[in-house]
T-cell receptor
Framework: EAQVTQNPRYLITVTGKKLTVTCSQNMNHEYMSWYRQDPGLGLRQIYYSMNVEVTDKGDVPEGYKVSRKEKRNFPLILESPSPNQTSLYFC??????????????FGSGTRLTVV | GESVGLHLPTLSVQEGDNSIINCAYSNSASDYFIWYKQESGKGPQFIIDIRSNMDKRQGQRVTVLLNKTVKHLSLQIAATQPGDSAVYLCAEGLRGGGGADGLTFGKGTHLIIQP
């Protein structure tokens, strides 16, 4: 089944403890992206990647890192998580620039709570 | 399930009635628009898209209308069913705009189906 898989689905962590949220897609898509979704703010892009080894900042990149060493994987790294990073996170992928091809296919989300 | 928007506008309709969900977009230069459906605990799923050279586009039970004069987008769902209960997100973008990725999401509308 074609899909975007994120892990974990739920995570509770403490301030300052490094964590990684994994994302993998099996559709051979070039484009991948991370979003966070917060009440009253909607979906906001954190980082995106046009291809292997090519990443760019989105609208809210502060406090996050990403890497794209392989086409299928696009992990999101929080080096020192803080409570304001408590949110619902979505990974997404697209075969072409999203604005030319139906936007993104989204994963099921990761609910992160930082205490 | 996940609560993705504690402050979302809500539309409540009777099962079998038609639903109209509205979206005011922000950038008059945007030339591509997408509607997504987000069910509780899941990521957004593509419903229908429209380009700015069109005023209307129809899919299965759904119609998207675009009014560029007032920067307004609407999604019409015919004969609403219980499975249509979800948060509906509109997204806008400018193809060929700065960077490879420029999809901006609205905050969403929560559609509730009354039996």
């Amino acid at each position: 089944e074609a899909q975007v898989t994120q892990n974990p689905r739920y995570l509770i962590t403490v301030t300052g403890k490094k964590l990684t949220v994994t994302c993998s897609q099996n559709m051979n898509h070039e484009y991948m992206s991370w979003y966070r979704q917060d009440p009253g703010l909607g979906l906001r892009q954190i980082y995106y990647s046009m291809n292997v080894e090519v990443t760019d900042k989105g609208d809210v990149p502060e406090g996050y890192k990403v890497s794209r060493k392989e086409k299928r994987n696009f992990p999101l790294i929080l080096e020192s998580p803080s409570p304001n990073q408590t949110s619902l996170y979505f990974c997404a992928s697209s075969p072409l620039p999203p604005l030319r091809n139906y936007g993104y296919t989204f994963g099921s989300g990761t609910r992160l709570t930082v205490v | 399930g996940e609560s993705v928007g504690l402050h979302l506008p809500t539309l409540s309709v009777q099962e079998g009635d038609n639903s109209i969900i509205n979206c005011a977009y922000s950038n008059s230069a945007s030339d591509y628009f997408i509607w997504y459906k987000q069910e509780s605990g899941k990521g957004p799923q593509f419903i229908i898209d429209i380009r700015s050279n069109m005023d209307k586009r129809q899919g299965q039970r759904v119609t998207v209308l675009l009014n560029k004069t007032v920067k307004h987008l609407s999604l019409q769902i015919a004969a609403t069913q219980p499975g249509d209960s979800a948060v509906y997100l509109c997204a806008e973008g400018l193809r060929g705009g700065g960077g490879a990725d420029g999809l901006t999401f609205g905050k969403g509308t929560h559609l509730i189906i009354q039996p």
